[in-house]
């Protein structure tokens, strides 16, 4: 009887190991679901880089999203709306005169770059899920008020990752 249970035994571990391998396949990455938002949605002539995502510091305060978008094309655009994937909500906002409020919307004019970083525009992510994790990646979606769509991918960062590098310079002498 001993032969039969290893058989049997063995049959069941194959048959689980078979059961597994049908599961669905992984999720695709943010690279992945980027450059297939970017397809036939996206805006000709319009082209997003440089995406970052910087987790706040404190847990339930917002997160700042930075970027660069450019028109290449012949007519202005008009970016009309944005989305971060793990966000419950985002928002456009621009700093002037030391003072941040939102803004509804932003014309890019033909050849022109427009920079979302401090101190300028920006985006503002509320209600941020566990998930965005500091090394990982997320997805940033322009919508622009045609109804085009531009997607990419955000580097998720805390704040202060900018500064690494920098952390021995002009201390020389100082203790670590």
């Known amino acids: 009887m001993k032969p039969f249970s290893t058989f049997a035994f063995l049959c069941t571990a194959a048959a689980f190991a078979t059961l597994a391998g049908c599961q669905q396949a992984a999720a695709p990455s943010p690279e992945e679901t980027a450059s ?4 036939p949605d996206a805006r000709p002539g319009i082209a997003a880089s440089d995406g970052r995502l910087v987790l706040p ?14 028109n290449d094309g012949a007519a202005a655009a008009t ?4 989305h971060v994937a793990g966000a419950g909500k985002a928002e456009m906002h621009k700093t002037e005169g030391g003072t941040m ?9 033909p050849g022109t770059t427009i920079d979302f970083a401090p101190g300028g525009y920006h985006v503002m992510g509320f209600d941020l899920s566990d998930s ?5 990646t997320t997805e ?3 919508t622009f008020s045609d109804g085009d769509k531009v997607s990419m991918p955000l580097r998720i960062e805390k ?7 920098h952390d021995d310079h ?7």
């Open 79 to 82: 970016l009309a709306g944005v």
């Open 140 to 142: 940033l979606t322009l």
């Open 57 to 70: 510091v404190v847990a339930g305060r917002p997160a700042a999203i930075y970027f660069s978008v450019r």
């Open 132 to 136: 965005l994790k500091t090394g990982e």
């Open 36 to 39: 297939e938002a970017a397809g």
């Open 159 to 165: 704040m202060g990752d900018d500064m690494r590098g």
């Open 170 to 176: 002009g201390m020389e002498g100082m203790a670590h």
């Open 101 to 109: 409020s939102p803004v509804d919307s932003v014309e890019i004019a």
